[in-house]
């Protein structure tokens, strides 16, 4: 399955661009499924010849969550003497739509589709929630290693020994399935058919905004598509208000392409709000390429026969000097890049290695590391 993800700033029309995609790789033939929480995107790309549409609701969806939290949990809350929370009580909080979106990914990946076309949250939100599935995983297996399991049959004696509570087998159980969930998701977003989009309106803000959402991306690994530039103004006019307009973004969609990224695919301004399928279909041809670039590599170099170090190269375009932060933390490097953050678990050779030093150079992070001779196998 080919995976769009489409986002960009707020405002810059990205859910507008998603449903026109959706809907012209569906009238191109393909088995297409469009997920948007834009219920005008979805009313004007779906019908007879447009694709299949979820419109997600994450206020719903919260609603079931926590109704099913609190039927599992029954047993304990009656002890405790709680008084159940009723469905129409129950308001979303701060983050339920992210979960919403894992959710529709998860359901998503289990069917049949040719296309998947994905309408993200703006910008940030967007980086933030294709980075959940990893962090969400992170934790649970540090909260509750999966190794634990391993003695259930011994946790009641453990219990009885130590005096102390042992966690129940339920606990363990809805973390495997939780794990299981976000591994699903985790395996679409960086599966080699899966690609973010980033749809911006020309402008002198565009240009900022993509260099730190290149850089975020580049540090979860995640393959992007060329940049769609929205609302184009026809480069000639006769009014001369219009064609001051039009040399302005015409010099902005120059500083789109800098950093060695290819050139934007332009999207004509209609001169008013699409709102139909019509509408949708004048944006032009904008189906995805059948497989996307591949997600940037991160190669160890070898260096230690001329420097004494391996070097981890890792790609992160935009990236600028002063909002780089490195940790290192066991055996995981703890990388920040702006308002972005990863833990990545370092390779097997480095882990037996000490921090050297580490440089930006052209849109590159080069962390050098020194073998520990306590570590590190001896050879004649």
Known sequence: MRTLLVTGPGGSGRSTVAAATALGAAREGHKVLLLTA???????????????????????RFREEVLALQAHAAPALDLLGAAPLDDDELTPLPGSAHLAYLT????????????????????????????????????LRRLLPPERRAARALRPVLAQLAGVPVPADGLYEAAARRDAELAAVQDLV????????????PGPAAADALRAARAGLALHRLALDPVVANRVLPA????????ALAAQQQAHLKELGEDGAPAAHEVPHLGRDPRTADDLALLGPLAPADAPAPAPRWPVEDRRGTDGVLVWRIPLPGAAKPDLGLVRRGDELVLTVGPFRRAVPLPSALRRCTVAGAALHDGELRVRFAPDPGLWPRTP
């Not at 834009?38 to 719903?60: I, K």
């Not at 960086?190 to 309106?201: D, F, K, N, Q």
């Not at 000639?236 to 064609?243: M, Q, R, V």
Request: aromatic share 4%.
């Open 38 to 60: 834009d219920p005008a995107d979805a009313l004007a790309s779906g019908g007879a010849g447009g694709p299949a549409v979820r419109l997600l609701d994450p206020a719903a």
């Open 236 to 243: 000639a006019s006769p009014d001369p208000w219009l064609a």
């Open 104 to 139: 529709a990914l998860r359901d998503a990946a289990r069917g049949d589709w040719d296309l998947l076309v994905a309408d993200l949250p703006p910008l940030r939100d967007a980086i933030a929630l294709l980075a959940l599935p990893e962090q969400l995983r992170r934790y």
């Open 190 to 201: 960086g599966a080699p058919g899966t690609s973010v989009r980033l749809v911006v309106e």
